[in-house]
T-cell receptor
Framework: EAGVAQSPRYKIIEKRQSVAFWCNPI?????LYWYQQILGQGPKLLIQ????????DSQLPKDRFSAERLKGVDSTLKIQPAKLEDSAVYLCASSSGTANTGELFFGEGSRLTVL | GQNIDQPTEMTATEGAIVQINCTYQTSGFNGLFWYQQHAGEAPTFLSYNVLDGLEEKGRFSSFLSRSKGYSYLLLKELQMKDSASYLC??????????FGAGTRLTVKP
């Protein structure tokens, strides 16, 4: 079974530029999460999707971050304009919602450096 | 508010036992999870508790007390490859998985 796919793995941009990250969850997983992990910290939840609907985006900085999952499968996370403090690894995770534990399966992450 | 607290760093010796504690305050509770994260890699699932008590899985065990908002991860027969960050996470009433800052464990020979 293929895991969670993310791209790009690495991205370097200058502040005020824009960037987009893509995630394809495990096939059949209804729930998709985007996390921001700053070096030395735990993952911080940005947004949760259930199929193509947003369940929780309360911690998404909506003035600059946006995310969508239009067809309920893959998802994109966009930052525009980027700030220095956005330098982090952006992790996508999916969950089936039907497994006994409902644990999250993470992609390898997209590492963003803002100069 | 929501808080998940765990020690920042721990050090232990190869072959020993180490216990990593986690306390939490969240809006609703639908399970407590432990994940392992090696440097530069994504977190991987270790254990899950939803009822009080101890869950054992090989060298790793996890304990939960819901009334105390407390969990621990117990690692036995430590190996050098166990050096990693251990993340405590709670699934809340919205099915959100919220993580603590992680405990960086260093295993020394």
């Amino acid at each position: 079974e293929a895991g969670v796919a993310q791209s790009p793995r690495y991205k370097i941009i200058e502040k005020r530029q824009s960037v987009a990250f893509w995630c394809n969850p495990i096939s059949g997983h209804a729930t998709l999460y985007w996390y921001q992990q700053i070096l030395g910290q735990g993952p911080k939840l940005l947004i949760q999707f259930q199929n193509n609907g947003v369940v929780d985006d309360s911690q998404l900085p909506k003035d600059r971050f946006s995310a969508e999952r239009l067809k309920g499968v893959d998802s994109t996370l966009k930052i525009q304009p980027a700030k220095l403090e956005d330098s982090a690894v952006y992790l996508c995770a999916s969950s089936s919602g039907t497994a006994n534990t409902g644990e999250l399966f993470f992609g390898e992450g997209s590492r963003l450096t803002v100069l | 508010g929501q808080n998940i607290d765990q020690p920042t760093e721990m050090t232990a010796t190869e072959g020993a036992i180490v216990q990593i504690n986690c306390t939490y305050q969240t809006s609703g509770f639908n399970g407590l999870f432990w994940y392992q994260q090696h440097a530069g890699e994504a977190p991987t699932f270790l254990s899950y508790n939803v009822l009080d008590g101890l869950e054992e899985k090989g060298r790793f065990s996890s304990f939960l007390s819901r009334s105390k908002g407390y969990s621990y991860l117990l690692l036995k027969e430590l190996q050098m490859k166990d050096s990693a960050s251990y993340l405590c996470a709670v699934r809340d009433e919205n099915n959100d998985m919220r993580f603590g800052a992680g405990t960086r464990l260093t295993v020394k020979p």
